[in-house]
């Protein structure tokens, strides 16, 4: 069965420090990833979503994301977090059911 | 922004009683989904629907039936909710597939239910 794990599940940073999430998916053939935020009181917003072409996708609000497809992973990437990074982040795929599975979720903090 | 509704947003009910979820889309997407999630833990998908008339579990067992009369409409019902019940409930929506490629799925806001 197809999956998607995340490693880290509470993240606490300071303000300007650099972040990075890690996900790792479970399947292989077609392959549609993707990250997605949750604000705190607010509903899942896509962040990026990567099926092919470069390897290396950009998102909203500076964030970004590479797959790495030799590490069956794709790990979420800003290089200066601010407060109102402060949510939950979902990383996800589908695989060849094209049903979209989530991982665990990951809480980040960032103290201003 | 997402035009997909759920409704009630926070619920509270009594063991036993009959509840249904509520969960519209504008968007005309034939797949929608589904997932319950408790705080801190992930998202289990436990119903899903290609179009209309068409329903299947989820990953996760679950109690609750789903129908898909219309394209817009995916309610979720509860015969007789139990306290192992209490969660929250996340209904989506997405496009179709091209070229392998899933069309980004849209969520709603979330209903929390609570049994008592």
């Known amino acids: 069965a197809q999956s998607v794990s995340q490693h880290n599940h509470h993240v606490i940073l300071s303000e300007a420090a650099s972040l990075e999430l890690g996900c790792n998916y479970s399947y292989g053939g077609t392959v549609n990833l993707f990250w997605y935020v949750q604000y705190p009181g607010q509903h899942l917003q896509l962040l990026l979503k990567?099926?092919?072409?470069?390897?290396l996708v950009k998102g909203i609000k500076g964030f970004e994301a590479e797959f790495i497809k030799s590490k069956f992973s794709f790990n979420l990437r800003k290089p200066s977090v601010q407060w109102s990074d402060t949510a939950e982040y979902f990383c996800g795929g589908a695989g060849g059911s094209y049903i979209p599975t989530f991982g665990r979720g990951t809480s980040l903090i960032v103290h201003p | 922004e997402a035009d997909i509704y759920q409704t009630p947003r926070y619920l509270v009910i009594g063991t036993g009683k009959k509840i249904t979820l509520e969960c519209s889309q504008t968007m005309g997407h034939d797949k929608m989904y589904w997932y319950q999630q408790d705080p801190g833990m992930e998202l289990h998908l436990i119903h899903y629907?290609?179009?209309?008339?068409?329903?299947e579990k989820g990953d996760l067992s679950s109690e609750s039936t789903v129908s898909r009369i219309r394209t817009e409409h995916f309610p979720l019902t509860l015969e007789s909710a139990r306290p192992s019940h209490t969660s929250q409930y996340l209904c989506?929506?997405?496009?179709?597939?091209?070229?392998?490629?899933?069309?980004?799925?849209?969520f709603g806001e979330g209903s929390w239910l609570t049994v008592v």
């Open positions: 629907s290609y179009g209309v008339n068409s329903t």
């Open positions: 989506a929506s997405s496009g179709g597939i091209s070229g392998g490629r899933v069309d980004t799925t849209y």
């Open positions: 990567y099926f092919s072409g470069d390897p």
